[in-house]
């Protein structure tokens, strides 16, 4: 169960509109390695966690990306808050323009609507906190590029605390996937999926081995 | 989990759910007093009920945590499973 609380993480005002960086900043909603990614791989891998801590991090951490996805739409709209026409057109942002209006629609910034195809659930908790790792690193150099992309220091601010945070979740994951490499036999992680194999399956596949 | 926390939890669950029911019809009719009341008493229900919950079988959300010894929010079992699920996977 889920209670949204009416305020933001962390602070986003924006003084200065710029349809040209809402346009790229697009792709940390629904891009591949995005928010709205992040958010539903997490929530959606905590099924398949066996240990206490591995289920309470991946719902922590999902939790937190949902709060990710509004700062970064709050981002997009005061991104894009009071452009003239004129201004859609200059900054390329008519092709958004076109079927959004100024509305946030989660997509990459280069058009692809946001996609489940950039994410993995596999039911084998070392495989899905591996793909974890890997997804809090491409979401922090995505977020060390739109730095690159803008001197604007209101836009600068919250996108620095995004980076950051991505990599407190790469360190949580961290911890996560040695808790769940701790709980298994150590000469073979792989001998057994704690999600899917039971106690008593498992020494049958050994004795089957045998 | 024991019949008396499944009764308990149950509790919760109606009066939380009126209170979503309430919240959606405050939502397009903020002025109404006769809702408002209803809002209000059945809050009031659902805090008492929390923290009896909350004191006997330990957090709903992370900001209930009341032990100074041990991080009690991640304990099984958590809301999709049975209790026998998170038994069987010891090796």
Redesign the interface.
């Known amino acids: ?1 889920w ?1 949204y609380e009416k305020r933001l993480e962390y602070p986003v005002k924006i003084k200065n509109p710029c349809p040209e960086l809402a346009k790229v900043i697009i792709s940390q909603l629904g891009g591949p390695d995005g928010e709205l990614g992040a958010a539903t791989r997490y929530l959606s891998q ?2 398949a966690a ?4 591995v ?3 991946l ?2 951490i999902g939790t937190e990306e949902l709060a990710h996805v509004e700062m970064i739409s709050a981002i997009l709209y005061q991104l894009t808050r009071n452009l003239s026409i004129d201004e859609i057109k200059k900054s390329g942002f008519d092709t958004y323009f076109v079927d959004h209006t100024t509305g946030i629609y989660p997509m990459a910034a280069s058009g692809t609507p946001f996609s489940t195809s950039t994410i993995q659930s596999t039911g084998d908790p070392i495989a899905d906190l591996t793909e974890d790792l890997a997804a809090e690193q491409k979401a922090r150099l995505t977020y060390d590029n739109i730095l690159r992309l803008t001197d604007d220091p209101d836009v600068r601010d919250p996108i620095k605390f995004l980076r950051a945070r991505e990599i407190a979740h790469f360190q949580r994951f961290g911890d996560a996937l040695r808790v769940t490499r701790d ?3 150590s000469k073979n992680f792989y001998a ?1 999926n ?2 899917f194999d ?2 008593n399956k ?1 020494k049958n596949i050994n004795s089957r081995r045998r | 989990m024991t019949n008396e926390q499944q009764k308990l939890l149950k509790k919760l669950q109606i009066c939380d759910f009126v209170l979503t029911e309430a919240t959606l019809y405050l939502d397009t009719h903020p002025n109404n007093t006769m809702a408002l009341e209803y809002f209000n008493k059945h809050n009031e229900m659902r805090k008492e009920i929390s923290r009896e919950y909350t004191e006997k079988y330990g957090p709903l959300t992370r900001f209930d945590n009341n032990s100074d010894r041990s991080w009690q929010w991640t304990k099984n079992p958590w809301p999709w499973e049975n209790m026998e699920d998170c038994n069987n996977v010891e090796l």
């Open positions: 169960m209670n905590r099924y066996p240990y206490s801590e289920k309470g991090i719902t922590d709980n298994l036999d057994f704690p999600a039971k106690k498992y």
